[in-house]
């Protein structure tokens, strides 16, 4: 593993080789080239690399930092023992630019530019992977040489459309370059593993494994709820029934979960055996607001001494509204309804006329009164004596206007009004 710098210890390994193989006299490297001898190699910027005032010049630039697919999701060997969580390290793919420069006044200065390219590309092709002691002498304090991972060399090769994409970013002067990639550098995470102690028995009294001759897990679970009367949705008051398997045991509870309950309301059942459980809403306006809920049922199994929770299913709570006036003035009409349950101050209301919904007026705390103003625009949208049924929609839940246990299933005449 190695620390964060990682990336300026690459750098610096890839400069370092260079240099001194570049600079080396024929004595030393027999492959060297007598010619290229007193070449500096930098790292800079393109655009600063051309300013500089050297004869010659091999300049390896930083161009970007991709993460390493392989490596983004691996824990660290051994680091992690099994059965521990740890935090996979950083792995980062370098990407580098090499490229010659050569002063203009030069004689044959393309040429030298070819040969300074060409002697630079043979090195690194030559050395593929960077060495644990070269990395380690490169940059003070950098521990990249102790990754488990050799940082391997690759020559990419870019097209010239890509090339010229690049040049036109740094915004200089084109010069005949090479891609390299150097690869993986792992930088280790500073946050802490999570090293659980070792499990001594299997189960109570060490039973081990418990099995069973068929595929329903031995835990309490829900399968479905049942709304009363057919309807899509529930009322105050109105009883669920919750079907599934391994609901007996002592201790039984259902819990009722809204986005705006900071806690789940816990409610007694009105029945209960193994495979369903009966549950009456109760009938307290201000505690349960209108909206989808989640419905879980919390007990402790036979044998055991813990509770359990089983899986959460959803349903629907209905708000009940009442026109209590309807008043027109000029071509507005305020319509003024009583809610049960209470709407709260975060939750949207609307109300719907036929095929118009009209939005609730703002009510900055919680109240059981919402006014609508629904405006005769254009004129006969809202004309005198027009009949509509209504509907009370809160947070996307309708109050029920129809009644399904009818054969066809008919509209609640209750829910009409006649316009003013």
Wanted: no cysteine; hydrophobic share 40%.
């Amino acid at each position: 593993m190695s620390n964060s710098l990682a990336i300026a210890a690459v750098t610096a390994t890839l400069r370092n080789l260079l240099d001194s193989r570049i600079n080396a006299s024929p004595a030393v490297d027999p492959s060297s080239d007598p010619a290229l001898a007193g070449t500096e190699v930098t790292a800079r910027p393109p655009d600063e690399a051309a300013n500089q005032n050297f004869a010659r010049q091999v300049n390896l630039f930083l161009y970007q930092v991709s993460p390493n697919a392989a490596w983004r999701n691996q824990d660290m060997p051994r680091q992690i023992r099994p059965g521990e969580t740890g935090q996979p390290p950083l792995p980062l793919t370098l990407h580098y630019l090499l490229t010659a420069y050569v002063r203009d006044n030069e004689e044959d200065a393309a040429f030298i530019g070819h040969r300074l390219l060409g002697r630079a590309m043979s090195i690194l092709h030559d050395h593929p992977l960077l060495g644990q002691t070269e990395i380690e002498n490169a940059l003070v304090g950098n521990d990249l040489h102790n990754q488990v991972e050799r940082v391997r060399l690759t020559l990419q090769p870019f097209s010239l459309e890509e090339m010229s994409k690049m040049w036109t970013a740094f915004q200089t002067q084109y010069r005949l370059s090479a891609a390299y990639e150097a690869s993986v550098v792992l930088i280790e995470s500073n946050r802490p593993a999570r090293t659980p102690l070792p499990v001594l028995r299997r189960g109570e009294e060490d039973r081990g494994v418990t099995s069973q001759p068929d595929l329903v897990p031995p835990y309490p679970t829900l399968t479905a709820v049942t709304l009363p009367d057919k309807q899509p949705a529930a009322r105050l008051t109105e009883m669920l029934t919750l079907t599934g398997h391994h609901l007996d045991g002592t201790g039984v509870t259902v819990l009722f979960r809204h986005p705006l309950l900071d806690d789940p309301i816990a409610v007694p059942p009105t029945s209960s055996t193994a495979t369903e459980i009966q549950v009456t809403i109760p009938n307290q306006p201000d505690d349960f607001p209108a909206g989808i809920y989640t419905v879980a049922v919390q007990l402790i199994r036979p044998d055991e001494t813990f509770s359990r929770i089983s899986n959460e299913l959803p349903f629907a709570l209905s708000p009940q509204m009442t026109l209590a006036t309807a008043v027109r003035n000029g071509d507005t009409i305020t319509l003024t309804v009583t809610t049960i349950p209470t709407i709260r101050r975060q939750q949207r209301a609307a109300l719907l006329l036929g095929p118009h919904e009209i939005p609730a007026q703002p009510h900055p705390t919680a109240t059981d009164t919402l006014t609508f103003l629904a405006v005769d625009d254009p004129p006969g949208k809202f004309s005198t004596g027009a009949e509509f049924f209504m509907r009370l929609r809160v947070d996307g839940v309708d109050s029920l206007l129809i009644d399904y246990l009818a054969q066809p299933p008919q509209f609640d005449e209750n829910q009409k009004v006649t316009l003013p």
